[in-house]
């Protein structure tokens, strides 16, 4: 059993490929699947925040703490979805929200340009030069989306364990049975230690997907029912705060003991906070 997970740039042919691993090793294909999970918690319409994940950061930032409510609950969602394992997700940005803990094939996708280009003339019916106009900038768009949400570049190889290169011949099928014959070695296969490590980071990113409601900033780490939660607040405010982020994290099933750290904000004479 393994979690694939596959980063792709537009017309890479990606989704075929993650089809393809699904269908031969019979495992679920995930992507449009998390953007909906999300909408539900993130309240807004689907097309919204599907514009906001091309679009980022100008559409998150119309938001009040849009970025980090999206990356919570996007996370949230991700790994609600890959607790039950056998999985092959080839959204964006999968790789980030599982960390080394969790045994995880990391995929890379790459196509030749001029072969994504003839793929979206054919596709959408523009001439070579708007094709490669759209490509770069969703390139462009996908590069800028990663960088501002997660501090990290989608194209840098050290993030994956597999990068694959269709060219020269190199079929869907070819790039599928590549990658099903890793995801069969031994260092990508779940065993209870990394069982328990995707457990922990769902439960944490559960926690903290129903805190930011209350505030955005919240930092958490929790483990075998037991939640940490690190908060800034000003000492007007401290006791209100701690109430309400009390009262949500014990509601969530399997907290068992809830901790929280507050570090004050100073409220200058103007009004302004600090840190």
């Known amino acids: 059993m393994a979690i694939v997970t596959i980063s792709r740039g537009s017309y890479s042919k990606g989704r075929d490929v993650a089809q393809k691993v699904a269908q031969m090793m019979g495992y679920r294909c995930l992507a449009r699947e998390v953007v909906l999970d999300a909408c539900k918690e993130f309240n807004i319409p689907e097309v919204q925040l599907r514009r906001a994940i091309h679009d980022a950061p100008s559409i998150l930032e119309k938001f009040t703490h849009g970025k980090e409510k999206y990356i919570a609950y996007a996370k949230s969602a991700l790994l609600n979805q890959l607790l039950p394992d056998n999985v092959v997700y080839h959204g964006l940005a999968g790789h980030f929200f599982v960390e080394r803990t969790v045994r995880v094939l990391k ?6 340009m001029e072969e994504r280009i003839k793929c979206e003339m ?84 559960r926690v903290k997907a129903e805190l930011v409601r209350v505030k955005p900033d919240v930092e958490v780490s929790a483990n075998n029912g037991f939640v940490r939660i690190t908060v800034k607040a000003a000492l007007e405010e401290e006791d209100e705060v701690v109430a309400e982020l009390r009262r949500i994290a014990q509601s969530i099933p399997g907290a068992i003991r809830v901790d929280i750290k507050v570090a004050r904000r100073v409220k200058w004479s103007d009004g302004r906070l600090f840190p």
């Open 107 to 112: 995929v890379r996708i790459l196509c030749d």
């Open 122 to 205: 054919q596709r959408e019916g523009v001439s070579r030069e708007e094709a490669l106009r759209v490509l770069s900038a969703d390139d462009e768009e996908r590069r800028k989306w990663s960088l501002s949400l997660y501090g990290i570049n989608t194209a840098d190889p050290a993030l994956y364990d597999v990068v694959i290169h269709i060219k020269d011949g190199m079929t869907v099928d070819d790039a599928a049975a590549i990658i099903c014959e890793a995801a069969g070695f031994p260092a990508f296969q779940r065993d209870p230690s990394s069982q328990r490590a995707i457990e922990a980071l769902a439960f944490t990113a």
